[in-house]
């Protein structure tokens, strides 16, 4: 393989762009202790220890560090990794790793979130958002089943009240603030407008 192109990304780091397609980001001391130059060429050993030595468990590493603070989906850490410039399959690795491990799990998150919003959120809001978080239809699915409780329509007169809305006396642009405020939230127009 052939070292296409080295671009500087900052001081320290730069990507290493290969003739196979392969993109990836080491430091400046990796470049230097595997001679690393544009137009040279790289062998299939030097290859495989710069993908087993360093970016396997740098791409770990930094996996871990990303859960340290907060629970994740599986997507949201392949999008983390891949704008630090790791290579698929190593993503590929790190999430598989994770999930042997339940540091990541999909379903996990899901309950959580689900748990967490289902009082300021309607089951098809919490849906869609955790449809953009990556996680897939079935658990999304599965997760509401086990962990939505709540009554629908007695959470929007629940919003209702604690915004201190009174449709006895709301002026039309109080009216439609309020039907904004609770369609934002995923409920239903039909819902919205028995209530307001």
Do not use: W
């Not at 995923?186 to 919205?192: A, T």
């Amino acid at each position: 393989m052939i070292i296409k192109a080295l671009i500087p990304i900052n001081k320290g780091k730069s990507k290493i762009c290969l003739s196979n397609g392969t993109d990836f980001v080491l430091y400046k001391g990796d470049i230097k202790r595997y001679n690393i130059k544009e137009g040279y060429e790289i062998t299939e050993e030097i290859y495989g220890l710069i993908f087993d030595t360093i970016l396997i468990p740098r791409c770990r590493k930094r996996a871990m560090h990303l859960l340290e603070k907060q629970d994740r989906t599986k997507e949201n850490i392949r999008q983390k990794l891949k704008e630090g410039g790791y290579p698929d399959i190593v993503i590929d690795d790190a999430i598989e790793y994770l999930s042997s491990y339940h540091y990541l799990d999909d379903e996990r998150y899901a309950n959580n979130y689900i748990r967490f919003h289902q009082d300021k959120k309607s089951k098809k809001r919490i849906a869609v958002d955790l449809m953009v978080k990556g996680v897939s239809k079935d658990i999304i699915d599965r997760a509401l089943e086990e962990s939505f409780i709540n009554d629908e329509k007695e959470q929007i007169l629940q919003l209702i009240e604690k915004k201190q809305y009174d449709k006895n006396f709301a002026t039309q642009q109080e009216r439609a603030k309020m039907y904004r405020f609770l369609a934002y939230r995923g409920f239903s127009g039909e819902d919205i407008l028995k209530h307001i």
